[in-house]
């Protein structure tokens, strides 16, 4: 039965009459009651055997909705465009070094982009009506100044254009480049993903064949920063008013988004001695807490059409936000060393300090359009106070009396410049700067020397009338 089923569908596409005709074999007589005879009745029927187009009873042919749909085309499909296959394809190459800033951004020279574009011609001539590219900055807000506008969300300046073909023009098969090259500006942002916005550089290039659909090609380029650490590291002293402690700290001028950083730091001012009762009191450490926080400020401005409906100018310029996060912290409970011997007495400590692998942290940075991302470094210490006598400092006894030192470092993350060096350092000298060929010296030995030089031609051989030989 299944394949007199295929049989009769396979009829039925092929005949362009009416596909609800009963076949002329159906119609006979003697065969359509021999083959009727053969076929079981609706009640000896398997429930597989049951969904049939054949019916046993009448001699119509029954065709399934579903196998009708089969062949037939629904009107939405018959409108969709078949995606056209070009003759051409772009590719890009880039040949600068990593696009680094180096230095901070008001002396930063910039970082130099150059690559070529690879249009491939796959037949054997190609009309072209126009080619161009375009490097743009794209800044998408996730907390846009209006939820549901487009143009509020995604901001776009646009820094350099390329214009390859300024008309029609006609490439044979093969690959054909076009190079292109652009300095980026120091003061540019570098690229980011964060809570509240991204910034990315992106690449768009158009190739528009004649009577066929543009072939466009995207790339986003990874712009980094990179402040070249100081050759002494950065110190920094906290006082802790009504005690006497002091901190003197010893921090690196930058920190890294890999790697560990060391933070060493002395406590001066611990113990504090009464001359008269031969005591004294002491602070004792008994616990440090460091953490990294990251803070992200952003304005999302109102794009032309929001900014008319706001009401005063504040709400113009656009809607501050911030967001702060934790990107690294510890808690230690002992590393120190404690010295009470000393007049003043000291506390003496050192750890290490890195960022948590999956924190993804966020460069500093700071754009002209408010987009501001900075560090601190927040180091919170416990000091309990004790009390003993001079002459026996074994014999601790708690006053009960304890204090939280806490204090706030700002930190600057930058990426590693590593054997990088800024692009207007490693060009090579220019044409003006060579200077001009040795001067001849003829003239200067003539009048030292006080007779003319003989030309290499009319200089006498070797010979070994001294008795000395000369050996090669």
Excluded at 82 to 89: C, K, L
Excluded at 127 to 137: Q, R, V, W, Y
Excluded at 367 to 376: I, K
Aim: hydrophobic fraction near 30%.
């Amino acid at each position: 039965m299944p394949h007199r089923v295929t049989t009769g569908v396979a009829t039925f596409f092929r005949s362009h009459t009416n596909s609800f005709d009963i076949s002329t074999d159906l119609k006979k007589g003697p065969k359509s009651s021999k083959r009727s005879s053969s076929r079981p009745s609706i009640k000896d029927r398997t429930p597989s055997s049951s969904g049939s187009s054949l019916h046993s009873d009448d001699n119509s042919v029954k065709m399934p909705t579903k196998r009708l749909s089969l062949g037939l085309h629904s009107p939405k499909t018959s409108l969709t465009k078949i995606p056209q296959h070009h003759n051409a394809s772009l590719d890009m190459l880039i040949e600068s070094p990593p696009l680094v800033f180096y230095g901070a951004a008001t002396a930063s020279s910039g970082a130099l982009l150059s690559g070529q574009l690879l249009l491939n011609i796959n037949e054997d001539f190609v009309s072209f009506d126009d080619f161009k590219m375009k490097l743009a900055i794209e800044v998408t807000r996730k907390k846009p100044f209006h939820a549901h506008c487009e143009e509020c969300a995604h901001q776009n300046t646009e820094l350099q254009n390329w214009k390859f073909m300024e008309g029609p023009a006609t490439l044979r098969r093969g690959e054909h480049t076009f190079p292109f090259s652009f300095l980026l500006p120091g003061h540019l942002p570098a690229s980011m993903k964060g809570q509240l916005s991204s910034i990315d550089y992106v690449l768009r290039a158009t190739v528009t064949p004649k009577n066929a659909e543009p072939i466009t090609l995207k790339k986003f380029l990874d712009v980094k920063r990179a402040i070249c650490p100081s050759e002494t590291p950065r110190k920094s002293i906290r006082i802790f008013p009504p005690t006497n402690l002091t901190a003197n700290c010893e921090l690196p001028s930058v920190i890294h988004p890999i790697g560990e950083t060391t933070v060493s730091m002395r406590i001066d001012g611990s113990v504090k001695r009464n001359a008269d009762t031969k005591t004294q009191t002491q602070w004792k450490l008994k616990r440090l807490n460091w953490r990294l926080d990251e803070t992200q400020k952003v304005i999302s401005p109102a794009c032309p059409k929001h900014a008319l409906k706001a009401g005063n100018d504040e709400s113009k310029k656009g809607i501050a936000h911030q967001d702060v996060r934790t990107i690294g912290q510890e808690e230690l409970k002992s590393g120190w060393k404690s010295d009470y011997s000393t007049p003043d007495g000291s506390i003496e400590l050192e750890f290490p300090m890195s960022i948590r692998g999956d924190a993804k942290p966020i460069c500093d940075l700071k754009s002209e359009d408010g987009t501001e991302v900075s560090h601190v470094l927040v180091v919170e210490m416990i000091v309990a106070e004790e009390f003993c006598p001079t002459n026996k400092p074994n014999q601790i006894t708690p006053t009960g009396a304890a204090r939280v030192l806490r204090m706030h470092f700002n930190t600057t993350l930058t990426q590693r410049a590593g054997m990088g060096i800024s692009w207007d350092e490693e060009q090579p000298p220019l044409y003006e700067n060579v200077p001009a060929s040795p001067p001849g010296y003829g003239g200067m030995v003539e009048e030292y020397m006080g007779s003319p030089i003989p030309e290499y031609e009319d200089l006498e051989p070797l010979d070994n009338s001294s008795g000395s030989s000369l050996r090669i």
